[in-house]
């Protein structure tokens, strides 16, 4: 009974991945296929947006575009062997936000020998087999908090930092983005930088200890908005609502939210929509001979914007 | 022959004492390091710290009671779904408290209710875990381990990844609140830690399970229904990872999908720090909490001295290989070698 079931399970996934591959032999060269590949569509509204965007920019060009994704924020090698199922599937453009910067490498130089366009979005990778990286430029849109921290502080002050994960690269950026310009041309002081690493309730527990550590806090920037719930709980906690100021970084609706409820002053945005529409863009364009690949910089912006009081109505419609 | 007289005499003292010689030992840790925080941070020594090291121990402490009970159990008792248990908890309840996904103003039944839920749910991943390790016959690591995988993706399933922020007065209350001063979860820690005590050095029950991890082929001969035994403390321990849900989402005010992350780690090196053999038969809850405060008492030592994080992993590794180490040294001079 038991082998008849499987029997059928098995009969029924032949039978779709015949469809599939009919399917497949129906392409027409003239139309690029892209491929998007993503970390995870669940629990995680940013990489969402971002895989989303692709895929409908893609289309809107005229492309043919599907999203795969690898089913969770460290499934490495699933990613890899959708890369590889890709290049049997011989796409023409993979638009990709690896998982781990040097695990996808070879897969990518195989990619690029099946002459398969890679353009990497929000995370790099190691090598030079695909043609750009799109992402926000984390350092500089950090010295955005930085500046803005400034001007609120009239230039003087104790700041916190809590930071991502130790090891994270665009954790770095984003903590050193800070840290190096909000002292330059100021007497703030940074009095304590620990890692709340992205979640939520160790973000609280490195709040409540710098707090104690410092009686004298003016300012807390958070590196991310996955983490400004637990600061926010961690500064209710010690009753220093009202003297301390907090900065956030993503943009997402709940930390725009947060601005309008007077509970953050600022938090600096992020665009996944525009990364994954200019992935899309510049790697059509490429595949249609409208722009010249050796003219396609390494390293593409998709920018970033400060949220204040003043623009988040705004910036609550946008927000991802 | 006088050795083994003595050795019976002071197993009586222990058993009369309110804890044994190895939590005396994690008491000496803790002053120790208390001692150098002191010297070192001008703001360790206050009440306001203590009372932060309390809170940030108190959520690790409650799931460290359960955990000592499934590693003591032996036969290579061990649960890695506790954290992933609190994610499902702690969002279940937030769907059964808001189930149009918008905070408004919660009732004392759906309160109850909610809470209720988070622990039914616990104590049903646990049952499952019983069931698959004491009936089906799987390993420990292994069942635990597919129930860890399968309840985060059940939690981020139910939750469509997205936590839940402002809980109701009460939740918070549960994880932010004070009784005379003290934080309220570890009061809840603390009285449970009590309870699961009592329960251990005192009924049968508590004997039993002793007994199934000194040796559970002696256990089954000698009459223990070693089956129902071991489901029972699995499910018991998805129950107090349910209590552990409610306790974090209260203090942080939000149910996360991912809350619990990496605490199946933290938890099993308190109980390890604590004393509790990993071989089973031997150990127990107080030098479990102990080993959850000296974790918390570490972190906060160097948030007070803003170390570079990066250090932190590596010395809670130190410290559960040193704990290990202690207890390996100690069963061979008690066995005479």
């Known amino acids: 009974m038991v082998k008849k079931g499987i029997l059928i399970v098995m009969m029924v996934l032949l039978f779709c991945g015949t469809l599939a591959a009919a399917a497949q032999e129906e392409k027409s060269s003239d139309v690029p296929e892209v491929a998007v590949v993503v970390k995870t569509l669940t629990g995680d509204v940013f990489q969402l947006k971002l895989a989303e965007s692709a895929r409908d920019r893609a289309i809107e060009l005229g492309a043919n575009a599907v999203i795969y994704q690898a089913g969770g924020q460290t499934a490495v090698q699933k990613m890899v062997s959708i890369i590889e199922d890709l290049i049997v599937k011989q796409v023409d453009i993979i638009l990709i936000s ?21 353009v990497c979005m929000d995370n790099y990778a190691e090598g030079d087999d695909y043609l750009t990286f ?3 430029d984390n350092y500089a849109a950090a010295a955005m908090a930085a500046d803005y921290a400034k001007e609120v502080l009239n ?6 930092v809590v930071e991502g994960a130790p ?107 525009k990364v994954g529409a200019i992935a899309a863009e510049t790697a059509i364009g490429v595949w249609n001979g409208s722009l010249n690949a050796n003219d396609v910089p390494d390293f593409i912006d998709a920018g970033a914007e400060l949220v204040t009081a003043e623009n988040a109505e705004e910036m609550l419609k946008v927000a991802f | 022959m006088n050795d083994r007289a003595n050795d019976r005499t002071s197993s009586r003292l222990r058993q009369r004492l309110p804890f044994t010689l190895s939590d005396a030992g994690i008491l000496i840790w803790i002053a120790a390091i208390g001692l150098f925080l002191s010297l070192a941070s001008p703001q360790f020594f206050a009440k306001a710290n203590f009372v932060n090291i309390l809170s940030q121990s108190a ?60 622990l039914a749910v616990g104590a049903l991943c646990g049952v499952i875990n019983g069931i698959m390790i004491a009936y089906v016959g799987l390993p420990p690591f292994i069942a635990t381990l597919a129930m860890m995988t399968a309840a985060r993706g059940v939690a981020a399933f139910v939750s469509s990844g997205r936590p839940t922020y402002g809980l109701p007065p009460a939740i918070v209350f549960l994880g932010q609140g004070r009784l005379f001063g003290i934080p309220f979860p570890v009061v809840i820690m603390v009285m449970l830690a009590l309870a699961v005590f009592v329960v251990l050095r005192v009924t049968t029950f508590g004997m039993r399970i002793y007994a199934i991890g000194g040796n559970i082929r002696t256990a089954f001969l000698s009459g223990i229904q070693v089956k129902k035994i071991q489901l029972a403390i699995y499910t018991l321990n998805g129950l107090i990872a349910g209590i552990a849900a409610i306790v974090l989402s209260g203090r942080v005010n939000q149910a996360h999908p991912e809350a619990g992350m990496t605490y199946e780690m933290y938890t099993i090196g308190a109980v390890v720090i604590g004393g509790t053999s990993l071989m089973g038969g031997k150990g127990g809850v107080i030098g479990s909490v102990f080993g959850a405060i000296l974790m918390a008492e570490v972190q906060n030592g160097i948030n007070l001295l803003d170390i570079p994080v990066a250090f932190m992993r590596p010395i809670l590794g130190i410290l559960i290989i040193t704990a290990v180490v202690i207890d390996q040294w100690q069963k061979r001079r008690n066995s005479g070698d």
Not at chain 1, 155 to 160: C, F
Not at chain 2, 82 to 102: E, H, K, N, Q, R
């Open chain 1, 98 to 118: 690896p998982l781990d910067a040097k695990a996808v490498v070879p897969a990518f130089k195989q990619a690029k020998e099946a002459g398969i366009t890679i």
């Open chain 1, 134 to 136: 799109v992402s926000t």
């Open chain 1, 155 to 160: 230039g003087s002050g104790n700041v916190l």
């Open chain 1, 167 to 273: 090891g994270s690269a665009v954790g770095d950026d984003r903590k050193n983005g800070f840290k190096e310009n909000v002292v330059k041309g100021s007497s703030i002081e940074v009095v304590g930088s620990q890692s709340g690493y992205w979640a939520n309730d160790k973000a609280m527990e490195a709040t409540e200890n710098m707090l104690q550590a410092n009686p004298d806090v003016d300012l807390i920037f958070s590196c991310s908005d996955v983490m400004v719930g637990g600061i926010l709980e961690a500064v209710k906690l010690a009753g220093r609502e009202n003297e301390i100021k907090i900065i956030s970084f993503d943009g997402s609706r709940d930390g725009v939210q947060l601005i309008l409820d007077g509970k953050i002053i600022a938090d600096v945005a992020q665009f996944p929509t």
């Open chain 2, 59 to 118: 959520v690790i402490g409650i799931l460290s009671v359960g955990m000592t009970l499934v590693i003591i159990s032996g036969n290579d008792g061990i649960d890695l779904s506790v954290g992933s248990i609190v994610g499902i908890s702690s969002v279940t309840m937030a769907l059964v408290l808001f189930p149009d996904d918008a905070a408004g103003i919660v009732g004392a039944a759906d309160l109850l209710l909610a809470a209720g839920i988070a």
